[in-house]
């Protein structure tokens, strides 16, 4: 067990260095440098600019140096003393302004991950255990809908409905009145309100995807044997279903959490970015146009630290619930 | 005929039907018999006969798409009260508090007839607990003791066990625990041993025989193989297509067969010695009809050496008893009467 957790952690440190190096890697393919950017701006506005200025802004930044010093600096003071350098278009630090972002991110991913969860286990064993029901037709179709509805398209008329209906602003956490208000139930309300268009959209897909799947998953195991022989032991049928199929058919929805908890994170910034909401989706879009290099490969750097961290999480849940995996 | 036996139970004219969008195909009609205290009947017929079906009724337990269309499942408590099994219906608490406690079942899947995400323990105690009102550690220890009962080693750490860690046999052990936890006077077992090599076979059956005589339960067995049938049973029920045809003491049945189709099946199985004596092993020819396609009449006439056309084409034959010995045959009455 220890071994097995020793290994797996071994494994995700490894991953983690790898992944670091690509994202270095990525933002440095990317053609010119920031000292051009910056030069052309310059000129744009009129300055006259020499090569030696770019030079000098170049020998400033360390963009002459060649690329595995660049990479061995960043990395090293990340570790070492949790510091992700300046972003150069902010003129602040990188940790300071993606922590500001992060957690609409963060919320955005992690409600939306819930919501798919909460809502297609339960509509899942329904539909499983009313199959071919009207409620199990209905909930086919509206999946069919779910799924074949690209997001951009189902923000656009959230969106839309929301202003018009609501007449809630989307953007942000809170409305000004809760925004530094200490926690209540009306301020959880306004959170709630306000996550709700950008998780309906980043969510939808998946939540169709996760309910047949539940479905097909308690199906199957509706049909074992073991669950005749539970009913033949006088189980009534709901605690057999919730004990039994559902119990089992939770295991291969688990064992896909990695990979959902990837689609949130890294689609949470694009929906961010669709919908204008001050999360890091247009951070992030804007530090690779300008080439604001520790910027944007800092950020490539957590999404992909995030989703290690979470297929970890999500294969020690499945150990924890399926006792047929063995741990060698 | 009112016999004086001390029954567990008894199953009048009951018959089970297919139900299809716009008919109900008859699967099993019109079947009767009994089971006293302490008494095993085997329920022998080919594959397809409607053994399952009749077992499976018996606790409620028919798919959806099945039905019980007729008859009576009476249950005989110690005390002298009788519950109508069919009265009951296939839902609600009232056949839920029968399942498991006055009825036990086993299967022909020792392999999946236990969840493989919780422990045998667990899956056990759990009638107990769900029948008696007794608390967890209760019906662990009363789990551990059948465990012991049924010859698992080390009962106490098996309780902890996952089915996957134990072999078929030892499986077919623990659900054979399973199903008698709450003391049934009845336990249905449906081909407990086919899925098992021939060793652990005869463990098992010695194992049922011993707990059959220590606990006093009936048993209805349910098996194609007759050898079985001489070992274990007191009496033998026939079943063709949906029917039963001839039915009796294991002795009488043995003996003195009747019915065409209960003679073909003992010719069919081979005897020591019949590889000296060069006799043949005879299976029966044809199959079993299809269950959409049932010959009117006597269902096995199209298959019957000794079928009297048209006779036995147009009506079902008549039943004739001799004593305990049942048989539906035109030729029951010179028979039984010889
Ligand atoms: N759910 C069902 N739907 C339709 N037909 C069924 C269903 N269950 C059983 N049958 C049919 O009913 C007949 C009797 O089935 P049953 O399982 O009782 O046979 P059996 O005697 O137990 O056979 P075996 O020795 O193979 O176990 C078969 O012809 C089978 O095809
Ligand atoms: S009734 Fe006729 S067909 Fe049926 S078993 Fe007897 S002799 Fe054969
Ligand atoms: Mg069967």
């Known amino acids: ?18 992944v670091s190096v690509v ?23 009129g300055a006259i600019i020499s090569q030696a200025e770019i030079e000098n802004v170049r020998r400033q930044l360390g963009l002459d140096k060649p690329w595995h010093i660049q990479y061995g600096r960043w990395i090293g003071n990340i570790v070492l003393h949790n510091d992700w350098g300046m972003s150069w278009e902010w003129k602040r630090p990188v940790g300071e302004v993606i922590w500001e972002r992060m957690p609409l991110t963060l919320a955005i991913a992690f409600s939306t991950l819930i919501f798919m969860y909460v809502v297609s286990i339960p509509v899942g064993i329904y539909s499983a255990v009313h199959r071919y029901s009207i409620g199990d037709h209905t909930v086919s179709l509206l999946g069919y809908i779910g799924l074949a509805t690209p997001n951009f398209l189902l923000a656009l008329v959230l969106m839309y409905l929301s202003q018009r209906y609501f007449g809630q602003s989307v953007g942000g956490l809170f409305s000004p009145a809760y925004e530094n208000a200490p926690w209540s139930w009306g301020k959880f309300k306004d959170l709630l309100a306000h996550l709700a268009v950008p998780v309906i959209v980043l969510g939808t897909g998946g939540t169709a995807f996760l309910i047949r799947a539940m479905r097909a998953a308690v199906l199957d195991e509706l049909n074992k044997m073991y669950v005749l022989s539970a009913k033949a032991s006088g189980l009534s049928p709901l605690k057999l279903l919730i004990r039994y199929p559902v119990r089992m058919a939770l295991n291969p929805i688990a064992a896909t959490l990695g990979w959902r908890l990837t689609y949130v994170i890294s689609g949470a910034p694009i929906v ?6 001050p999360d ?41 619930l399926d006792p047929r995996i063995k741990l060698e | ?35 006293a205290r302490g008494e095993v009947l085997a329920l022998v017929g ?18 959806k798409e099945l039905a019980i269309t007729k008859g009576r499942i009476l249950l005989h408590a110690a005390d002298g009260g009788v519950t109508d099994i069919v009265g009951l219906g296939a839902n609600g608490r009232a056949i839920e508090a029968i399942r498991g406690r006055r009825m036990g079942m086993i299967f022909q899947e020792p392999m999946s007839s236990f969840s493989p995400i919780h422990t045998i323990g667990a899956q056990i105690a759990e009638v107990a607990m769900i029948h008696e009102k007794v608390t967890r550690e209760e019906a662990r220890r009363r789990a551990a003791e059948l465990l012991a009962k049924v010859g698992i080693p080390d009962p106490v750490r098996a309780l902890d066990r996952y089915p996957q860690e134990f072999s078929g046999g030892m499986r077919q052990r623990a659900m054979i625990a399973r199903a008698l936890i709450c003391g049934p006077g ?18 098992i059956l010695d194992l049922m025989r011993k707990l059959k005589n220590e606990l006093g339960m009936a048993i209805l067995f349910i098996t194609h193989d007759l050898g079985i049938v001489a070992q274990m049973a007191d009496r033998v029920a026939i079943m063709y297509s949906g029917r039963i045809v001839e039915s009796g003491p294991v002795r009488d049945i043995f003996r003195r067969p009747v019915h065409p189709y209960t003679r073909a099946l ?37 298959r019957c050496p000794a079928a009297q056309l048209p006779r036995c084409a147009e009506a079902p034959p008549p039943r004739y008893d001799a004593g305990r010995h049942h048989v539906s045959c035109i030729h029951g009455a010179e028979e039984l009467g010889r």
């Open chain 2, 1 to 35: 005929m009112a016999e004086a036996r001390d029954n567990v139970l008894d199953v009048e004219t009951l018959s089970i039907a297919l139900r299809q969008d716009d008919a109900t195909v008859p699967i099993v009609e019109d079947i009767s018999f009994s089971l």
């Open chain 1, 23 to 45: 994202s270095f890697a990525i933002v440095q393919s990317a053609p010119g440098d920031y000292a051009e950017i910056y030069a052309a701006r310059k000129a744009n506005a």
């Open chain 1, 280 to 320: 890091t989706g247009p951070l992030f879009l804007h530090s690779l146009l300008n080439q604001d290099m520790l910027l944007a490969g800092a950020m490539i750097f957590i999404y992909c630290a995030l989703t290690i961290i979470g297929t970890l999480l999500s294969d020690l849940l499945l150990v924890a």
């Open chain 1, 272 to 277: 961010g970015f669709v919908l204008a909401l």
């Open chain 2, 46 to 63: 080919e594959s397809g006969s409607g053994k399952s079906l009749t077992a499976l009724s018996l606790m409620q337990l028919l798919s």
């Open chain 1, 1 to 18: 067990m220890i071994t097995f957790f020793a290994r797996r952690f071994a494994y995700m440190v490894i991953t983690l260095l790898l």
């Open chain 2, 266 to 302: 003992l010719e069919a199985v081979p005897r020591l010695g019949d590889i000296d004596r060069h006799r043949k092993i005879r299976p029966i020819a044809g199959s079993i009809p299809n269950i959409f396609d049932v010959p009117q009449g006597c269902r096995f006439h199209p």
């Open chain 2, 186 to 203: 009845l336990l249905i077992a449906d081909e407990p041993t086919t899925a098992l090599d021939v060793t652990i076979q005869s463990q």
